[in-house]
Structure formats: C-alpha cells, structure tokens
C-alpha cells in the first residue's frame, strides 16, 4: 500500500485484480479489447514488480477501483531523473479526495526513486484538475501512432 486516507488507498496492480479495472479503462474511452487488456496489464505487472515502476489501482476501502495509473522512473535531459506518470483515469478527476491520494501517492513514489520532478501525461481535457493541485505545463507531448502492417 502506498497512500491513503479515509477513503481511499493506492496500491500495485496485482494479477487478481486486473479484471476489475477493465470497465475503469473502458470508461476513459480506452480502445482495448478485454483480452488485450489482460496481457499487457500482465505484462506491465512483471515489469513492475521492480522499484517504482508498474501500474498503481485506487481503490476504496471496500475494494471498488476508481482510478489506475502507469508509473516509470526515468531520466529527463531538462529535469534529471522524474517520475513519468502516464495514462492516469480516475473515475471522477474533480473529487478532491482521490485526486489528492494519486498525488500524494506519485510524490512518494518520486521520492522513493530519487526523482526531481513529475511528468503526467493525460489528455488536454483533463488537466484543470491537476493545474488546481500545483501542476504546470512545461511542455507538450504528441504522439503519432505507429500502424503495424
């Protein structure tokens, strides 16, 4: 377990649970076939098994996953070693309690690896709430998918 409060409680997505967040990714807007899903969070969870990195769930003390993020330490040429923190959803981002655990929890793992700074990518439409938490934009990221085939 990593962070938590009255409520809520951030820990590594462990194998039993993989399941239960496919719904959570749905919800996002996440285009993954069930299956799909399963092996990469497999996947995802070997690597993770390691330091900081690997996949986090919030969930509520009764067990219900209201939000998942991916997490790397890695090194940045502007901000040294950061905690990238990558396709965080959170079934309500303006609920004040969840989003604080997540930071809460991102900045123990940041502190955990040594890191200096924290990069979340998330998509433009989401950030207000992050913004409102202390975030600032420092750059843009783009993306151009690669098509196999």
Same mark, same amino acid.
């Given at each position: ?7 809520? +409680?951030?820990?590594? &997505? ?8 496919? =719904? /959570?990714?749905? !919800?996002?807007? %996440?285009?993954?076939?069930?299956? *799909?899903? %399963?092996?990469?969070?497999?996947? $995802? ?11 986090? %769930?919030?969930?509520?003390? *009764?067990?219900?996953?209201?939000? +998942? ?13 950061? /905690? ?5 959803? $959170? +079934? ?12 809460? !929890? ?5 502190? *955990? ?7 979340? !990518?998330? =998509? ?5 709430? $992050? &913004?409102? !938490?202390?975030?600032? =934009?420092?750059? #843009?990221? #783009?993306?151009?998918? &690669?098509?196999?085939?």
């Amino acid at each position: 377990m990593l962070a938590m409060n009255d409520h809520y +409680l951030v820990t590594r &997505l462990e194998r039993d649970m993989i399941a239960r967040t496919y =719904p /959570l990714l749905q !919800a996002s807007g %996440i285009l993954l076939a069930f299956e *799909e899903w %399963i092996n990469l969070a497999h996947a $995802l969870s070997d690597e993770g098994e390691r330091g900081v990195d690997g996949v986090r %769930i919030v969930v509520t003390r *009764e067990g219900y996953v209201h939000g +998942l993020f991916s997490c790397r330490a890695m090194s940045d040429i502007v901000c040294g070693r950061v /905690l990238m923190v990558d396709c965080l959803i $959170l +079934l309500d981002l303006v609920e004040a309690r969840l989003l604080r655990t997540v930071m809460d !929890a991102t900045e123990a793992l940041a502190i *955990e690896a040594g890191c200096a700074a924290i990069h979340v !990518a998330l =998509p433009e439409w989401r950030s207000q709430a $992050l &913004l409102r !938490a202390g975030y600032r =934009p420092e750059a #843009l990221r #783009l993306c151009k998918r &690669l098509v196999a085939g």
